[in-house]
Structures are given as structure tokens and as C-alpha cells.
């Protein structure tokens, strides 16, 4: 697929693997539409990236709210037009706290952002990209997590969010095949990002803001001493859309956990 020229929007914007992929389709010449909760970080993150005289805008989205996801999409036709990638991107942690002490408002959280963030998007900016009848691209964001719970972190959540995003692109997958619009499920490790904090931007109907000092703090530190720079991770994103790869693998990730989640030998 050829980006240039063509328009995409990134969920999860302001920052880490979002601002990543937005700052890699802004470079092969797409026009882009940050969105982001955090309404001030998104708009600086987008006017240092126009500064490079690319094609970039930014928009407030709450990815749980389906109303929000409309507005984001009608703002990114109104700024150019046809809408031709997704990057479902949005994510938030929870790690370090044992299932049965899972609150509930957290659960709702972590399956808002992480699984409904990416069913608003199939459902809406996949339509969008479908009716001009141009190639397109949907990227999912999943994690290596979604292919295995590792003993002794307590991520038993955000791994279950993640295999859903897996499971949600190859049901996707399988739907579009033979169109023109391409699905990839990108699926990093460690990535050096602020996603250790994301429930500082809990919403209010969710909660409201949360800080989990301790199990933020330890993962926050794991990540930034392993996690690799969310610049790689854009750049992989733009060369699965363009070569219509399916598994989006970034860092070092285990051959075994990879054939055993797959099941199959796609390109990779």
C-alpha cells in the first residue's frame, strides 16, 4: 500500500507507541490525526510534528465512548477527507494485583480502553474506509502479552485484553480477505512508554483518575531499562501496512510463545 498522500488516524497519540506510529505515517507523506484523551498533550505532540511541515492535526477521543469515537472520525473527514488507515492504538496497564483483588471499576477500565477502544474502531473507522473503495489498512494494537501470561507479574487482565485484540484482528482478517483494506495486529514487548501510568487518565464515568504508585513505579522501571525506543515500533507499523503484514512482532519476542499463539506461518 502506498501511504503517501493518504490519511490515517492514530488512537493513543500523545505519547509512547502512538506518538511512534503517528511520527512514522507523518514521514512516508500521510496526513494524521493524533487522538488522544489527554486533549493539551496531544495538541503539543501534533504542533512539534506540523513543525516538520507535515499534514497533522489532533483531536480529543475518549476510545470507551462510542460518541467520542464518531466525533474523532467526522473531525479527521472534515480535515482531508477520506479516512484509508486506523491504528487502533489506545492502551492501559494492569499489572501487579491478583485477579480475585481486581476492583471492579478497574476491569471495566482496562476492557474499555483495551477492548472496546478497539471495537469502536472496527466499527467505525473501518465503514469509513470502506466506502470510498481505496486501499486501507486497520492496525490493532496487541502486545506479546497477548500471546502468554508470564508467571509472577499478575497481568492477568491486560493479557486478557490483549489476546482479545489478537483474536478481534484475525476474525478481521478473515472478513476482509480479498479486499482492498489490509489488517495488521502489532505486537511489541517491552517498549519504553508511559503506559505504566495510564490510569491518570481514568474518565470520570470510569472512576476518575488513579495512581497505583508501587506497581506503576516497578513497571515503569522495567520498561525503561528494556523497552525499546516507540520510534522502532512506528517504523514497523508503517512497513506491515505497506507490505500487508499481518503479525506485527517488535523486540525480542520467544519463537515458541510465536508458533504456539499463531499456529501458523505468516509473514512476520
Not at 476474525?171 to 479486499?179: I, N, V, W
Not at 501510568?197 to 516497578?218: C, F, I, K, W
Request: with cysteine; net charge neutral; aromatic share 4%.
Amino acid at each position: 500500500m502506498d501511504i503517501s498522500g493518504k490519511t490515517a488516524i492514530v488512537t493513543g497519540a500523545a505519547s509512547g507507541i502512538g506518538l511512534g506510529i503517528a511520527t512514522a505515517l507523518a514521514e512516508a507523506g500521510a496526513n494524521v490525526v493524533m487522538a488522544d484523551i489527554q486533549k493539551d498533550e496531544v495538541e503539543r505532540a501534533a504542533h512539534a510534528l506540523s513543525g516538520t511541515n507535515k499534514r497533522v492535526t489532533a483531536v480529543r477521543i475518549d476510545v470507551t465512548q462510542e460518541q467520542s469515537v464518531l466525533a474523532a472520525l467526522a473531525e479527521a473527514e472534515r480535515q482531508f477527507g477520506k479516512l484509508h488507515i486506523a491504528c487502533n492504538n489506545a492502551g492501559v496497564p494492569m499489572h501487579g494485583t491478583r485477579l480475585v483483588d481486581v476492583p471492579r471499576e478497574d476491569w471495566d477500565f482496562v476492557i474499555g480502553v483495551n477492548i472496546w477502544g478497539v471495537i469502536h474502531g472496527i466499527r467505525h473507522f473501518l465503514p469509513a474506509i470502506l466506502k470510498h473503495g481505496e486501499d486501507g489498512h486497520i492496525v490493532n494494537t496487541a502486545s506479546v502479552a497477548g500471546f502468554q501470561n508470564r508467571r509472577g507479574t499478575d497481568q492477568g487482565p491486560y493479557s486478557m485484553s490483549k489476546y482479545a485484540v489478537v483474536s478481534l484482528s484475525e476474525a478481521l482478517e478473515h472478513e476482509l480477505e480479498g479486499s482492498k483494506v489490509g489488517v495488521s495486529v502489532l505486537c511489541p514487548g517491552p517498549v519504553n512508554t508511559n503506559i505504566p501510568r495510564g490510569a491518570r487518565n481514568r474518565p470520570d464515568h470510569m472512576g476518575g483518575p488513579q495512581l497505583r504508585s508501587t506497581n506503576e513505579t516497578v513497571l515503569a522501571q522495567r520498561l525503561a531499562t528494556t523497552g525499546i525506543d516507540p520510534n522502532r515500533v512506528g517504523e514497523r507499523v508503517v512497513d506491515a501496512i505497506r507490505t500487508k503484514t499481518f503479525y506485527a512482532f517488535v523486540s525480542a519476542v520467544p519463537a515458541d510463545v510465536i508458533k504456539a499463539g499463531t499456529g501458523a506461518s505468516r509473514r512476520r
